[in-house]
């Protein structure tokens, strides 16, 4: 296999990964179409690409490739026959040992010759390259990848619920109607009330599905975000404390992937700030000990890291620690508290569902000249580099600076830069 195939698959958008897969592995392994199953990817958990084995608008389903879990153990391979759009063809499955349960591609094969291990095991370390990459865009929480996931999920959960209300709606229907004890042909009616009576089961078995590959629940995942925290602090001799949520505190709820992976990437940010970007105080004092917690509300994730350090965590350093970034595609929001000698307290609030209106942010009301002053702000320029760079006098600079404290309701220019980094004016 060719190194730079691998490159190319790797810098593929989420939307191309199995086109530029399919073409990766062609050369080695013969096959008209591929299923991925990877509940690491919340942008699309499914996806299948290339042609059907099946009938004319058959469809590969989540369920029968799921179903092929039981026979591949993680980071190893399984060629056979299996059932796909209702036909059994030859398949390669290929299980990823980088993620619990273990990511799955399926290849549909054009032949039954088994696989030479030349071949599979390049193409089961593609794959292993390939789950590693999305779990690193998992884990941090990027925002294009989160901006196009949360894109993603809320077309599916459309698309289910459409498919689901007309598939209902039919299916109901026609059981009213075998149902009634005046029509004749008994022996047929009970056949076709047991067929529907089947189709509404795995209908609502294909959405129950769909739902555990998209979500977790909130206890899960914190506990998830916890083992991670203790690696980064183990080796800096912090304590940390955990606010594990109960019952009361919606451990049981069943959350957005994407919600408790920025939430965790958004924690594991500040929580890199304070021990960073805070240093010592006065006399001395410096982070020993934090405490993280979360609790789901009726619609949002509010998660809270408090530290015990000097209390001088700046919102610049989070806006460093891409904290702005990260929240702002799914209109996060966080509040700082930061008490000198005391320590601080960051409060992050991740709503469970999309807007039902885009958020307003606080440069809509700017000018174009102040737009480029505080562009400038934001990069630490002073008022004397801003007049040579814009060509406007020293005095027309503060003149714009304090009008853009006003608008934007900020006292600093420390302020006014991470509001800038936070809405993107740099």
Not at 337 to 350: C, L, S
Request: hydrophobic share 45%; charged share 25%; aromatic share 4%.
């Amino acid at each position: 296999m060719d190194p730079m195939s691998v490159v190319d698959v790797i810098r593929a958008p989420l939307s191309e990964t199995l086109t530029r897969l399919s073409a990766a592995l062609a050369g080695g392994i013969p096959h008209y179409g591929l299923a991925d199953l990877s509940t690491n990817c919340s942008y699309a958990p499914f996806q299948v690409h290339g042609e059907s084995p099946g009938a004319p608008g058959s469809a590969i389903t989540t369920a029968e490739v799921a179903a092929l879990r039981a026979l591949v153990p993680p980071g190893k391979s399984w060629q056979g026959r299996a059932r796909m759009a209702g036909v059994e063809v030859p398949v390669l499955a290929l299980a990823s040992e980088i993620t619990e349960p273990a990511a799955l591609l399926v290849l549909l094969r054009t032949e039954d010759t088994p696989v030479p291990e030349e071949h599979l095991a390049p193409a089961q370390a593609l794959w292993n390259v390939q789950t590693a990459h999305r779990e690193g865009l998992r884990t941090e929480a990027m925002p294009g990848t989160l901006a196009a996931s949360r894109a993603a999920a809320a077309a599916r959960a459309m698309a289910l619920a459409e498919l689901g209300d007309a598939y209902g709606a039919a299916l109901n229907a026609l059981l009213g109607v075998l149902r009634d004890r005046g029509l004749g042909d008994s022996n047929a009616r009970t056949r076709a009330v047991e067929f529907a009576v089947t189709a509404l089961a795995e209908l609502r078995s294909q959405g129950e599905l769909d739902q555990a590959l998209v979500e977790e629940r909130a206890g899960d995942s914190f506990a998830r975000l916890a083992d991670s925290l203790r690696v980064i602090l183990r080796a800096r001799g912090v304590r940390l404390d955990l606010g594990t949520p109960g019952a009361e505190e919606g451990a049981d709820r069943l959350l957005p992937g994407d919600v408790v992976n920025l939430a965790s990437a958004v924690v594991r940010a500040v929580v890199h700030a304070s021990l960073e970007d805070q240093g010592h105080g006065p006399d001395g004092r410096r982070v020993s000990r934090i405490h993280v917690g979360w609790k789901v509300g009726a619609a949002e994730l509010r998660a809270t890291v408090r530290d015990d350090g000097p209390g001088t965590l700046s919102r610049n350093a989070l806006a460093a620690h891409r904290v702005f970034e990260r929240l702002a595609p799914l209109g996060g929001r966080f509040e700082l508290d930061a008490v000198p000698d005391w320590g601080t307290t960051v409060t992050v609030e991740v709503p469970l569902t999309p807007p039902d209106t885009p958020r307003q942010g606080p440069l809509t009301g700017l000018g174009a000249r102040e737009l480029e002053v505080l562009g400038q702000l934001a990069r630490g320029r002073r008022n004397r580099d801003i007049a040579q760079e814009l060509h406007i006098s020293e005095s027309t600079v503060k003149f714009h600076v304090a009008k853009l404290f006003d608008k934007l309701g900020v006292s600093s220019r420390g302020e006014a830069a991470a509001l800038a980094h936070e809405w993107g004016a740099i």
